[in-house]
């Protein structure tokens, strides 16, 4: 799928929700129960952020959030989140497959259901993801594994694009991984992902 063609389909997604949140508006499970990692000051990346849940959860944990996000609907809808709980999160218009980004920059890089990109994208985009890592920095990543297309409460519903531990300990293998679980749980995060899902969870740290 094409940039323009990205756009306007999460666009047409996040227009049909009206002022409602697709994906809500609070802080994916997973993400929020690494708060004891984050400390205010950090500097943090959230990939394909969406309408801002992530995103404006870190920065009310006090860390300096970039976040990017193909579509302006989105963004405009992350940016009324964001004022409506006073923090400020710098939101940047981009793929996050062709962003630029910038060499051992952030302390934390949040990765939450970014399974749009295939296997030779998926390659590229793990390595830009560590790449932008501080030493000592982490990766949160959450995503769906294959039996997800068994329930179909969320997802592609291309098998290639999910996750198994085994993918994400090769993919990360340069990084310490200090926590990998496939597991299942119910999830309510808007009308989007609702209901018994099959997930994956990883925390992997940048060797100092």
């Not at 929020?32 to 205010?40: D, E, V």
């Not at 009310?60 to 976040?67: K, R, S």
């Not at 963004?75 to 989140?81: N, R, T």
């Amino acid at each position: 799928m094409s940039f323009a063609d990205a756009q306007d389909f999460w666009s047409d997604r996040y227009r049909a929700a009206g002022e409602a949140y697709l994906f809500g508006t609070a802080p994916n499970r997973y993400l929020a129960a690494q708060a004891a990692l984050l400390a205010p000051g950090m500097r943090a990346l959230s990939v394909a952020d969406g309408e801002g849940r992530n995103a404006v959860w870190l920065a009310e944990q006090g860390l300096d959030v970039t976040a990017t996000e193909l579509s302006p609907v989105a963004i405009e809808k992350a940016e009324a989140l964001a004022a409506s709980r006073g923090v400020k999160v710098d939101f940047a218009l981009a793929d996050a497959l062709n962003w630029i980004y910038p060499d051992e920059t952030f302390d934390l890089v949040v990765a939450v259901f970014i399974q749009f990109a295939g296997p030779e994208e998926r390659a590229a985009l793990f390595e830009r993801l560590q790449r932008t890592l501080r030493p000592g920095g982490r990766i949160v990543l959450q995503g769906y594994t294959p039996k997800q297309l068994e329930y179909r409460t969320g997802g592609p519903s291309a098998v290639e694009n999910l996750y198994t531990a085994a993918l994400l300990r090769e993919a990360f293998a340069g990084l310490e991984i200090e926590h990998l679980d496939e597991y299942e749980d119910v999830l309510d995060e808007g009308s989007a992902h609702c209901g018994r899902s099959a997930l994956i969870g990883m925390v992997a740290r940048k060797p100092a």
